[in-house]
């Protein structure tokens, strides 16, 4: 029972990070139908933008005070990474938004070996890594020689979805600018027509995701202590697998998703082989599709006629 608990929270922990990542593929996906693949690589600069802020910060500048270096880096990464996005949809998207369907794809993964390759020169190929932080744990279950356990980190990371998800979804449903968002999902042409900027509404859509991959990879620097260049693709798949498992175009459904996933993850790993925990993730996405194609929470796609 103790095994079981520990992982639950564990894979909400992950699931949690997962689902930062996938609202930023759910909302350009609604908004353009293009599958973003450089955002997993977006994650990872992000991590490394975190990483160096907090170098700079705690070693440098000899910042005590944790809280407020944790504060600055997110703050730092959501700036430096949402400029990087917006860089990124000017240059690698915008120009092909009108040509045939796989030239903004084949852009996409171009973008991602580019930001790969261009962290491995910079930064070096090995894995980087910070002293350990919020190491405190809150013990929740006493057991025998086993004590189930959730870290302060835990908890932030948990707070900190909730809390953007919530903001997220607000905005989509309740501000002109989810309004324009929801136009231009419908249809670019006629919401031109009556009054939205598209080129300015996708630049912010681009901008918002980024910086909740900033938030994803401040939080995995945080959790995990160590970030590498190849930590881009792996998490980008995962919670692309998430945002279609939720149904993508959903914001709750991206998060709901990436909790699944992670809840996979971690209780295969506790109770099965862990070689194969990717394999048992991306088994359960196709049995849900198979079922239930437009994902747990996507809506059924109409055909225009």
């Known amino acids: 029972m ?6 639950l ?33 977006v ?25 407020l270096a944790l504060l600055i880096v997110l703050i730092v990464a959501m700036v430096f990474t949402s400029l990087v996005n917006w860089v990124i949809e000017r240059v690698a998207y915008r120009p092909l938004r009108g040509s045939f369907r796989l030239a ?4 996409a993964i171009g973008m991602s070996i580019f930001l790969s390759n261009f962290v491995q020169v910079t930064q070096g ?43 997220f979804w607000y905005l989509v449903s309740k501000t002109s600018l989810g309004r324009a968002q929801r136009a231009c999902e419908q249809d670019q042409k006629m919401a ?36 590498n260049f190849s930590d881009g693709f792996v998490p980008g798949i995962k919670a692309f697998t998430a945002a279609v498992l939720g149904g ?10 990436g909790i699944l996933i992670g809840l996979i993850e971690t209780m295969w790993s506790a109770y099965f082989s862990i070689d194969y925990k990717d394999v048992a993730a991306f088994s359960i996405l196709a049995i849900t599709l ?16």
């Open 104 to 107: 903004p794809l084949i852009s």
């Open 43 to 67: 994650f990872m600069v992000s991590s490394f933008i975190a990483l160096i802020a907090l170098l700079i910060l705690t070693t440098w500048l000899g910042m005590a005070s944790v809280a």
């Open 248 to 257: 993508i175009g959903s914001l709750p459904g991206a998060v709901i998703g």
């Open 9 to 41: 929270i564990n894979g909400i922990t992950l699931g949690s990070i997962y689902g930062l990542i996938a609202i930023g593929y759910t909302m350009v996906f609604g908004i353009i139908g293009m599958v973003n693949f450089a955002h997993g690589d």
């Open 2 to 7: 103790e095994v079981f608990v520990q992982q």
């Open 125 to 167: 190929p090995r894995n980087k890594s910070v002293p350990p932080l919020l190491q405190d744990v809150i013990v929740i279950m006493e057991g025998n020689g086993y004590d189930v356990t959730i870290s302060y980190r835990q908890l932030i990371i948990w707070s900190i979805t909730a809390v953007l998800l919530a903001a």
């Open 290 to 305: 198979i079922f239930l194609p437009q994902g747990l929470l996507g809506r059924p796609e109409v055909e225009k006629v």
């Open 192 to 227: 031109a027509l009556v009054g939205v900027d598209v080129d300015r509404t996708i630049s912010i859509t681009f901008v918002i995701g980024a910086a909740l991959a900033a938030v994803a990879g401040t939080m995995y620097l945080m959790y995990y202590g160590v970030v």
